[in-house]
């Protein structure tokens, strides 16, 4: 009798779920997922060695990291109803992926951490819907 082996990353998935990066803008709060999504942080770190550290990300990235980040609906949100700026949008863009950067492990779990604009370093879930408490939860 041949045994099969088989690798269940389903239950290694269901056991990493943890909790969601709270996105904060315009009053509203919305859930992103746990962690960054794996082709969106290689995208990063490609386009870092193309533009090195002081390179400046054109505004194309920008838009893909924004929707593989945000999804579609809640980035089309974060551009229209919230209107950032041309100015705000790198800014926005680096304190997410630096709060995705941040250890999740290093903050309790039932604790609401907020990350100040100043003390993000750089680095960008998918879509998110919103709770009855008037925020958004992961889809």
């Not at 082996?5 to 009053?27: S, Y």
Request: no cysteine; charged share 25%.
């Amino acid at each position: 009798m041949t045994v099969v082996r088989t690798v269940d990353f389903d239950a290694f998935r269901a056991e990493q779920k943890g909790v969601p990066l709270r996105f904060k803008i315009g009053g509203d709060v919305y859930d992103l997922p746990s962690s960054l999504p794996a082709a969106v942080a290689i995208d990063v770190i490609r386009l870092k060695s193309q533009l090195g550290d002081s390179g400046e990300v054109p505004l194309e990235a920008l838009e893909q990291f924004g929707v593989a980040i945000f999804g579609k609906e809640l980035w089309d949100t974060v551009l229209d109803r919230h209107r950032v700026t041309i100015e705000e949008l790198p800014s926005l863009m680096e304190q997410v992926l630096g709060a995705y950067s941040e250890d999740p492990k290093a903050a309790s779990p039932t604790s609401e951490e907020t990350i100040a604009s100043s003390s993000v370093s750089s680095t960008v879930g998918r879509g998110s819907k919103r709770t009855s408490s008037g925020s958004t939860e992961s889809t």
